[in-house]
């Protein structure tokens, strides 16, 4: 089952101030299983041009520069997430920007797949690899190493039409243990 986390690049940082964020499963459904094909495309200008990969990419580069500067900036949350879940992710990059936390490194993504996809909704996985970064608080280092390392994840995009721009709608990663190995290539 898919474990759905409030936040993605922030999960990591929540240990830094808050428990981690509630994980409902989806619904009792099992793994997704189903044809994927790889997507891989040059970054676009124009947000409704990107596809959804390289929409989650963008997000996870503005959610970690937000990260880096501890949160006092949140509006990159709008811009990649649907409206409940934006609410969701300012109201805990604000909690989170009140206990002086930051992460800083660099994220690994890879292994792109593309479970499922149509003019208005799309389903992408991908290996995240956070081994890389590091968290201080309030300038310290601060050690959140049982939450580093390699997970799969799984974002289901929406978007309102073909001329408007993909929006992250869920995030989620797979239960621990699952390897990017065994899922991509399994």
Same mark, same amino acid.
């Given at each position: ?23 409902? !499963? !989806? ?6 299983? !189903? ?95 956070? !081994? ?55």
């Amino acid at each position: 089952m898919i474990r759905q986390r409030a936040l993605t690049t922030i999960a990591i940082a929540s240990l830094l101030a808050l428990p981690l964020a509630a994980c409902t !499963s !989806s619904n009792g459904e099992e793994d997704p299983t !189903s044809t994927t094909t790889s997507q891989e495309a040059p970054p676009t200008a124009d947000p409704a041009d990107a596809t959804p990969q390289e929409r989650v990419e963008a997000y996870l580069d503005a959610s970690d520069a937000a990260a880096a500067e501890g949160w006092e900036d949140d509006s990159y949350a709008e811009e990649y997430l649907v409206p409940e879940l934006a609410e969701k992710q300012k109201t805990d990059d604000e909690e989170r920007a009140a206990t002086g936390a930051a992460i800083t490194g660099e994220r690994q993504l890879s292994d792109w797949t593309v479970v499922d996809e149509a003019d208005t909704n799309a389903t992408v996985e991908f290996c995240e690899d956070g !081994s890389n970064m590091e968290a201080t608080k309030d300038g310290e280092p601060y050690d959140i190493s049982n939450q580093l390392g390699e997970y799969v994840g799984q974002y289901t995009l929406v978007r309102e039409s073909e001329s408007e721009p993909w929006m992250i709608e869920q995030k989620g990663y797979y239960e621990e243990g699952t390897t990017c190995a065994e899922h991509f290539t399994g």
